[in-house]
């Protein structure tokens, strides 16, 4: 099994943290992992994606030209990538920030309002987390307690607070019926 994935959006979505949370679980659980940020200059609100491959077989290259799956968190990176999705792939959305619905009918489309979801709890910055949730809500990929354990026991016990409400966003994520 190899699943090639491409996150995308802007600088301060969390792009890369989702992209390194995704390559570091693949490694605990043995797989062959590839994780290959890119970002410009400006960082925060600048354009961002990463590639991840995870594999239970050897990976040639970390590149990715066309992904099995699309986790798009703006219209720029939805336009961008969406065309490049592998027949039979799957395209994750943030309904927020993306209007627009593919023509494509030989994908899969899911579609949350992550954006929306992590302002209305009050932590804009976990669009990423909300996200982690539905996309494993919607994979096979993990099981949903490995990953949320693998969000909270990643922080400090002195960050108590923090671990709660990403435990919260994960949640409403992985609850999502849209």
Known sequence: ???KIILAGFGGQGILFLGKKLAVSGMDKGLNVTWLPSYGPEQRGGTCNCSVILSDNDISSPIIGNPDILVAFNIQSYEKFMPRISSGGILFADSTLIDKRPERDDIKSYFIPATQIANDIGMPKLVNVVMLGYFIKNTDIFTADY?????TDSLPASK????EANGRAFDLGYGYNG
């Open 160 to 163: 108590a607070e923090l671990r």
């Open 1 to 3: 099994m190899t699943n």
């Open 147 to 151: 990953i949320r354990s693998a969000i």
